[in-house]
């Protein structure tokens, strides 16, 4: 898989010089991400045709928004339109193959953009430019024009999935805190926004403190720690109502941390009783609940395995916080971070290799991860407060909080690949923290 | 049965006062001076001018008793001047014994979010405990944490944390008329 890559990035160096179609020639487009992936794929995007009267705006919008998606990831680069020899004839016409790959575009997307009363229809075939071939069938997408960003997603998505063979994460979600004011009189609400920081919207006001949302798996809904009642408690809400309840609990002074289950259906979460901090489990429906911990130490901050066997969680049993994993229901747990500093907030990836986490140390934070059993542990971020990763729906990306110090100190999302490269801000208006990266949307 | 009813009436008591909103950040009035330790707690003052020279008020206890400990970092065992203030809070809440208070935890931001709500926890029920074990009746007393999520002081270094590692006992007269 390593090798392919390779061939393909040496291709893609090389054709910068000489006869580059000949030493491209067999090796198809296919990018195996790898943490050696430092050359970015060159792709094209010419501007999406337009195939009704008035849908130019849209189809050069679209056509931008895919661009920026691919380029965004940092495994791609784009080629820019001044660069072009030749333009795309009509949606789904033969393609000048030779013109293309005079200029190194190993990917070429085109796009056609059909606008009919307030419905758009978005199409978008993929081209391997060195084999002359399409990857892939064409697509076709339809909705709203309001839903315009969605479907330019979509069709990143599809492009990136096909060059890659992994899952892509731009149509996607991420619920988090919207901040705003002074550090001693941050104001905070719950908000969603799209993966890259468009179209928020606030889900709370901010007369109570709100803190740690999750998505639910299937990003229908959320839970977050509410001081509404005036202390901590868990909330339910319903994204597509903006309804809320307050979930029940087993007994305790405190509920907060919470964190669906795999299913959707249950909820575990963190009670402080007599100052001391346990983890539980309750079904949302019925609100049984069951004790999964019972230790003198701080246990919280835990994440299901995506097959919903075990959990992880922090603990600070052995001295300072570290990463444990114990079974869905209990039981003894085994520690699986040993590294310098303390370690916390650990999330298991949808590809269930690694447990991303927060790591203390020295007076700086990092964002790292490592393998389940504790092995190769990398620290991908550096700074002097990062923290609270979220994992993209495909397991590639991590978006955290990064918080500035001093007095004038503010919250802002980052984004940094699992390699640790193409660390990036997420453009949010106001601070923002504790992001919670949703599912791919249907 | 006796016993049952004075306890659910101190329990409503408690709920009242936790309709005064412990989280004096977020509430309707917005930020107030209480952490600098000078304002006044609304309308939850007993009979009486209320004032900070009045021994019974809540700005005599804020002011003059001391209304907070302070720790060090991850930590919640208190240190002698905590407990010599915890002694005093202690006597002021056995003689005006109208009075509940809910104990506030605190946490500096040198910590992950979820840990320091946990670790303020922790710092509220050592001031609780402490207070009980010197004669406050433990029904009078509720904690709550805010981990990281109000810091009194907004610098980053150890001058400023060391301020905001704190518990603070917050009064309020537990009368439900």
């Known amino acids: 898989m390593k090798n392919r890559f390779m061939i393909a990035a040496l291709a893609a160096v090389l054709a910068l010089g000489t006869s580059a179609p000949v030493l491209a020639q067999g090796s198809p487009l296919r990018l195996t991400i790898t943490d050696g992936v430092i050359e970015p794929l060159p792709f094209a995007v010419p501007t999406f045709t337009a195939e009704t009267a008035g849908a130019e705006q849209l189809a050069s919008d679209i056509s931008r928004l895919v661009a920026q998606d691919l380029s965004g990831t940092g495994l791609f680069r784009e080629i820019p339109s001044s660069a072009y020899i030749s333009q795309m004839g009509a949606f789904g016409s033969p393609v000048a193959y030779p013109d293309w790959r005079a200029i190194n575009a190993q990917a070429l997307i085109g796009g056609a953009v059909a606008v009919n009363g307030d419905q758009l229809t978005v199409k978008f075939r993929l081209y391997d430019v060195f084999t002359g071939a399409e990857l892939g069938e064409g697509l076709q997408f339809a909705g709203t024009t309001g839903g315009w960003r969605r479907m330019a997603h979509k069709v990143a998505d599809a492009a990136y999935s096909r060059i890659t063979g992994e899952g892509g994460y731009f149509d996607s979600r991420v619920v988090y805190v919207a901040e705003q004011g002074p550090k001693d009189n941050r104001q905070k609400r719950l908000a969603i926004m799209d993966f890259d920081g468009a179209n928020t919207q606030f889900l709370t006001d901010s007369s109570a403190i709100v803190l740690a949302p999750r998505f639910s798996p299937s990003g229908d809904r959320v839970l977050y720690t509410s001081y509404e009642s005036g202390f901590p408690r868990i909330n339910l809400l319903d994204v597509g109502s903006v309804t809320k309840r307050q979930v029940a609990t087993a007994e305790g002074e405190m509920a907060f941390s919470p964190r669906f289950s795999k299913d959707g259906s249950r909820v575990v979460y963190s009670i402080a009783n007599g100052g001391n901090t346990d983890l539980y489990m309750s079904d949302l429906n019925s609100g049984a609940s069951t004790r999964l911990t019972n230790a003198p130490s701080i246990e919280t901050a835990p994440s299901f395995s995506p097959d919903g066997s075990q959990i992880v969680f922090e603990s600070d049993r052995s001295g300072g916080s570290q990463i444990y994993i114990m079974s869905a229901g209990g039981g003894e747990p085994r520690r699986v971070s040993f590294g310098e500093g303390r370690y916390g907030t650990p999330v298991w990836s949808p590809r269930g290799d690694l447990i991303a986490f927060t790591n203390q140390n020295g007076g700086q934070f990092h964002i790292g991860v490592m393998r389940t059993d504790g092995s190769e542990e990398r620290l991908l971020t550096t700074s002097f407060l990062d923290e609270g990763p979220t994992w993209s729906p495909n397991g590639r990306v991590l978006m955290f909080t990064r918080e500035t110090q001093g007095a004038g100190g503010t919250s802002a999302l980052y984004s940094v690949d699992i390699s640790g490269r193409n660390l990036k801000e997420i453009p949010v208006q106001g601070g923002a923290s504790d992001p919670s990266w949703g599912p791919l949307q249907p | ?177």
């Open chain 2, 1 to 177: 049965m006796k016993m049952t009813t004075k306890a659910m009436l101190v329990l409503l008591a408690l709920s009242t006062a936790a309709c005064t909103r412990p989280d004096r950040f977020g509430g309707a009035n917005g930020a107030d001076g209480m952490a600098n330790g000078g304002a006044p707690l609304g309308n939850t003052m007993p009979a009486g001018n209320g004032g900070a020279s009045d021994p019974r008020s809540a700005a005599y206890f804020q002011q003059t008793v001391g209304d907070r400990v302070l720790f060090v970092v991850d930590s919640s065992s208190l240190t002698p001047q905590g407990q010599a203030t915890l002694d005093a809070q202690a006597n002021w809440l056995q003689t005006n014994s109208d009075y509940l208070a809910i104990i506030e935890g605190h946490a500096d931001e040198q910590g992950t979010r979820e840990y320091n709500l946990a670790l303020g926890a922790r710092r509220a029920n050592a001031v609780r405990e402490y207070l009980a074990s010197k004669g406050v009746a433990a029904t009078r007393l509720r904690t709550i944490s805010y981990g990281k999520e109000r810091p009194i002081e907004v610098c980053s270094n150890e001058e400023c944390y060391a301020k905001n590692r704190r518990a603070v006992t917050v009064i309020s007269v537990g009368s439900l008329s």
